[in-house]
C-alpha cells in the first residue's frame, strides 16, 4: 500500500539521521469511512494489479536537486528493499557515493563515503528507522506500523482529504494527507531530531505516474526547516534480485 512513502521515508531518514506550510488552516471532521476502508482505497489506487503487494524486492532511482540561492546541486539516490526486511539508500555524486543508509533488518549504519566513516545506529535512533522502515514494507498498513492511528477528514482550499496521524512511544507522530477521491498522499508531517536540534520536515507529493504496473509519486518536495530538495524518479523496478551482503556498510 505505501508504494509512495519510499521517496519521502527514503528523503525522511537521510535527512533526519545525517518554509511555509500548505496547510497552515482548514476545517476539520469526523472521518466519513473507516481506517480499513481507507487503507483499502489506497491500495486499489497506488497497486491495482496488487503486484507491489506481493513483490520481494524493488530498486528505484531518483535525481534530488536541492535548491540553493545562487545554483542548485544535483545528486542520485538509489533505494533498495529487499524482504523480509533489509533496505539501504545510498547518494551519490558525480557518479561516486557520497553517503548511506544501510539496514539488513536487525542493525543499522550511516556511512560518510568521503571520510571514510561509518557508525552503527543504537538505541532510539535504531528504533526510529526500524518503524520507519516498516511503512516501506509492501503489505505494510498504518494499523501495522503504528501503535495510535487517528483519522479524520479535512477541507483545504476546497479539497477534501483523509489525515491519518500515526504515533508510536517517545517518538513523533507523523501526519499523512491522503486525497478522498484519489486515494493518493499529497502531504507527509514529522518532525526529527537533528544533532540536538529538532527540525520540522514535510514532503509534498506534487505527481504521480506509473512503473512496472504500480502508481508511485514520480516527484516529491522535501521541506526540511528551511532547505528544500526536490526528488524525481527516474527508475523503479519490482522483484529485482539483489544479494543479501549489499546490505551491510563498505569495509573502509
Known amino acids: 500500500m505505501k508504494i509512495w512513502m519510499k521517496s519521502v521515508l527514503g528523503a525522511l531518514l537521510l535527512v533526519g539521521l545525517c518554509g511555509c506550510s500548505l496547510f497552515r488552516e482548514y476545517e476539520e471532521y469526523e472521518s466519513d469511512i473507516t481506517l480499513d476502508q481507507l487503507q483499502a482505497l489506497m491500495s486499489r489506487s497506488s497497486d491495482p494489479t496488487g503486484l507491489y503487494h506481493h513483490a520481494h524486492s524493488y530498486v528505484q532511482k531518483q535525481i534530488s536537486r536541492v535548491i540553493g540561492i ?100 517517545d517518538q513523533e507522530p507523523i501526519t499523512i494527507y491522503v486525497g478522498k477521491y484519489s486515494g493518493l498522499p499529497k502531504r507527509l508531517v514529522t518532525r526529527e531530531k537533528v544533532g540536538g536540534m529538532t527540525v520540522d520536515y514535510q514532503a509534498v507529493m506534487d505527481s504521480y505516474a506509473m512503473y512496472d504496473h504500480v502508481v508511485i509519486a514520480d516527484q516529491s518536495t522535501v521541506t526540511v526547516d528551511a532547505s528544500t530538495q526536490i526528488f524525481r524518479v527516474v527508475q523503479y523496478r519490482l522483484n529485482v534480485e539483489i544479494d543479501d551482503s549489499e546490505f551491510l556498510p563498505p569495509s573502509f
Do not use: C
Open 70 to 169: 545562487f545554483w542548485d546541486d544535483e545528486y542520485v539516490v538509489e533505494v533498495k528493499f529487499k524482504r523480509p526486511g533489509s533496505w539501504r539508500t545510498i547518494t551519490y555524486e558525480d557518479n561516486q557515493p557520497m553517503s548511506g543508509v544501510f539496514y539488513n533488518g536487525q542493525q543499522a549504519w550511516l556511512v560518510d563515503y568521503h571520510s571514510k566513516i561509518k557508525k552503527e545506529l543504537t538505541g532510539k535512533q535504531l528504533e526510529r528507522i526500524r518503524n520507519m522502515l516498516k511503512l516501506l514494507q509492501p503489505d505494510s498498513t498504518f494499523s501495522s506500523t503504528f501503535e495510535k492511528v487517528r483519522l479524520s477528514q479535512v477541507r483545504i482550499g476546497g479539497v477534501e482529504y483523509y489525515k491519518v496521524v500515526g504515533s508510536n512511544p
